[in-house]
């Protein structure tokens, strides 16, 4: 009711969620109270990892962001055709994720009995935990329900069939695509949930997909994770610091066709999954062979620590190359002439029932300026030679315009519509 109960889950920390020692601590103290029931080496892993990141900005966050522990991803599919309803959808978005970001509810709380309270509720007394929310559209945006066909950016390609793929329609495609990135999975479930249910009779979820990697509590030195194949994963990424390749990489540019595009990317989402089993009765020989780096260190075959340069040409007592042309890295490397920026987590989801296997694999995430130049040769090449392929497949398939930023005052997608 009026004037009253209007905490956000900031304020509820320092008041009422804490009782009395919210009061002794202040605003300053809300960090150290994670450090109560935690070891040192939880606390300090952490860091800063409640940490807010501001919504607004030239670029969306969440996309050269560096990664969070948990990723919760919807594609929705839009149930009107109203151009005017769709922006009035992505404005409550907007006033959503910005607070969702600040670490607050989405709506004010109210006493009011007789209607449903407006947030969920999950996440009452839960900090930001570097929550970002990042928003694009799929190709099928831009077909004739909304008259925005001549808008839908050339960059914007239909991913071609690739061999070897098994993709199903219920994990690929969709209108509109989030992705909620955070520290803690509740929190970013929660941010979708919310999102879904503000669309509610606007649009619905296609697909929800969830993802992790170990988490800063687990590794106090931050070092590479390592996918559930057990190899470090990420080694040779975009150095998000270095502005020119980001520049090069990442954003795409109002000359590159879209000018509404200016500061956005493209996503591509493959859901791929692992045969596990197969894997795990596989030579840790076979196994280093595949990727064409250690295991243990996640150096590249014949180097020894995990960021030494690759020596392709450098010979084993065969004769051979140490690091075979059919593995992974070098294959995916594309001898250093194409690259992407990877943002991938692993994800598990119970087990086949058909078989008894692991449903569990790699939700492969990256972004690029040019998904013609940059992703799609690199998939189409590795769909052909990577030794890998023996152990995966992909099962899900999207490509997206990831939006430009929001400026405060504008909304999400304002300069496309
Ligand atoms: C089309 C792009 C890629 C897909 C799909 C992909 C799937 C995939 N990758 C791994 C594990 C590893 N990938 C590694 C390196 C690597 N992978 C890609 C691209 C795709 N991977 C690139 C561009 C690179 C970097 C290549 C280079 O320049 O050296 C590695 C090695 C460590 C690292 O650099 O990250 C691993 C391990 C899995 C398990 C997987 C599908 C399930
Ligand atoms: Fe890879």
Redesign the pocket.
Known sequence: MKGKSTLSRRDLLKTGAVGGLGLLLGAGGIKGLGMLGESKQTASAAGDSDAVIPFHGAHQAGIVTPMQDFVCMGAFNLTITDIAEVRKLLKAWTVASARLANGESVGEESDNALVPPADTGEVMGLQAMRTTLTFGVGPSFFDSRFGLADKRPSKLVDIPAFKGDELVDEWSRGDLIVQVCANDPQVAFHALRNLARIARGKAVLRWLQQGFQRTGAADASGS?PR???G???????TNVEDKQAVKDIVWAEAGDGASWMDGGSYM?M?R?R?RIEVWDRTSLGEQEAT???HRQS?APLGAAKEHDL?DYAKQGKNGKPMIGADS??AV???G?KV??H?R?YSYSNGIDIKTGQLDA??L?I?YNRDPSSQ?IP??AK?SEVDR?NEY?E?VGSGIYAMLPGVNKGGYIGDTLL
């Open positions: 590479t996918n559930l194949l190899f470090k994963d990420g080694t040779v990424n591509i493959r791929i692992m990727f064409g780096r996640g690759a992974h890295m995916a490397s594309m250093g690259k992407i990877r991938g694999g790699l492969f990256c992703y690199m998939q590795m890998l995966i992909h």
